[in-house]
Structure formats: structure tokens, C-alpha cells
């Protein structure tokens, strides 16, 4: 049974959040460089686009590289850059062709400039596409992310363009690199690790959790699609008592 069919397509998460985790482990598991499973990590990462993109879904978030993750050693980071550079300049057609925003989140002055030149270039070639924005978190913290927001903030205080009683959630959210996007209302994370590891803290706030012990380079779009039917399957109370939920249906 095709697991796509089974989805309501009314009731798809209007934006989708991937802690993709577990690379290493692959590759270990196969006797195989760490490295290795950055590589093999790659077509999970196609899996996961083609996937979202049949379903409907309007925003997907990958969490490709964290600011945590610059303390990994000299030659991983290397790669997983070089890497990133490769897959998006080979696929960045394949993306346009199939009518997909390109954008990426996190603190970019760390980004060696060379990958940055490459990423502008296809988040040029992509920004007139509306079926899927798809969000690479690269270089992301997201206490650094609510950190700059409140250095903005206090800017425009200082500048009286803002006024203190004025600031609510929806300026803080604003201010956020995500200000484009909806809240997450599903957030994945593979390789068995039930952890946020400093992702879109702020985001998350009522999003459902989805963890599976899958390990990336294996996630495969049938996974995608049962995090999916999970999801449409969980009742989203916000506060509130699972009667009122039941009458307001
Ligand atoms: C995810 O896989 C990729 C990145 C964090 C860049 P890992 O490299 O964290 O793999 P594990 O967790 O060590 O298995
Ligand atoms: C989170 O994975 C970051 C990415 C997937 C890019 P990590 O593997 O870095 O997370 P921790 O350190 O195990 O929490
Ligand atoms: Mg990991």
C-alpha cells in the first residue's frame, strides 16, 4: 500500500523540521570514515525534498550544520562543507525544475565564502519559486538566532523605531532568521537520539515531536510519510481539554 495515498492532504503540517542525525553511526555500523556517512547522508536528503514536495508541504527545515558542530575536528567540518557546496550546485536545477525556494538560516559570517557564494547563486536562481520552501539551518544555534533578535530589537529601541511596550511575540518572531516561515508543527529528528540539540528552540514551541531510530542516510520517503500519518493521527490540544477540541471539529 502506497503510505502517500494514506495522507490527508488537508491536514499536512504547514511546515516540517529535520534534525538529520546518525551519519556517523552508519558509517561505523559499516566499518566505514565518519565521512562516509555524510556522503550517504545525501540522497536522504533528496528522499526527504521529493517526499515533503508530494505531500504537499509548504516549508521544510533541514538542520544541516550546528554552531556546536564547529568543534568537530578540522577535516569533518571540511568535508561536510565541500559536500554541502557539491550537492547544491548539482542539484540546484533539479530544485528549480521542480518549482522549490531555496533559503538558508543561521549566523553566515562563519560560512567560508566560497560555499556562500555558491549557496547565493542557486538561492538567486530559486527565489521566484513558491511550491516548497525549503530552509537549510547551516551554522545554526538558535540561541544565537534569539540572541541577534535581541540585539535588533534593542537597535530599533535605541533608534526610537521601536518603543519597549511595543515588543510582543510577534516582533520577537519577526526578528528571528525564520521570520518568513510559519511555527514548525512537526519536528523529525532520526538516530534515535530524543534530544532538540539547539534547534529552533523558539519555533517548536507546540510542535509535535516525531523520533525515529532510523539513521539518516537510510531515511527513506516511506519514513517521511509515517512521521506524516503519525502527525495526523495526534490530537493538538494547545492548552485546552480534549472535549472542547472534539466539539470545535
Ligand atoms: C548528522 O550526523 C550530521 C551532522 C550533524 C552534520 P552525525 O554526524 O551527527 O552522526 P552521529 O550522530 O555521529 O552518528
Ligand atoms: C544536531 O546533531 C545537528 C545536526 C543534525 C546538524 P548533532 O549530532 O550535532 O547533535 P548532538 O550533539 O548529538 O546533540
Ligand atoms: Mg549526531
Known sequence: MDLLTQINTDKVPSHVAVIMDGNGRWAKQKGKPRVFGHKNGVKAVRQTIDAAGNAGIKALTLFAFSTENWNRPKAEVKTLMTL????????????????????????????????????????????????????????????????????????????????????????????????????????IRTSGEKRISNFLLWQIAYAELHFTDVLWPDFSKDNFYNALLEYQNRERRYGKTSDQIEKNK
Open 84 to 187: 554541502l557546496l557539491t550537492s547544491l550546485k548539482r542539484e540546484a536545477n533539479e530544485l528549480d525544475k521542480n518549482n522549490i525556494k531555496l533559503q538558508v538560516i543561521g549566523n553566515l559570517e562563519s560560512i567560508p565564502s566560497s560555499v556562500l557564494k555558491g549557496l547565493n547563486k542557486v538561492i538567486e536562481q530559486t527565489k521566484s519559486n513558491d511550491a516548497l520552501t525549503l530552509t537549510i539551518a547551516l551554522s545554526y544555534g538558535s540561541r544565537e538566532e534569539i540572541v541577534n533578535a535581541v540585539k535588533n530589537i534593542s537597535k530599533k529601541i535605541v533608534n526610537k523605531e521601536l518603543s519597549i511596550e511595543e515588543i510582543d511575540e510577534n516582533i520577537l518572531n519577526n526578528h528571528l532568521y525564520t521570520f518568513t516561515l510559519p511555527d514548525v508543527d512537526l519536528m
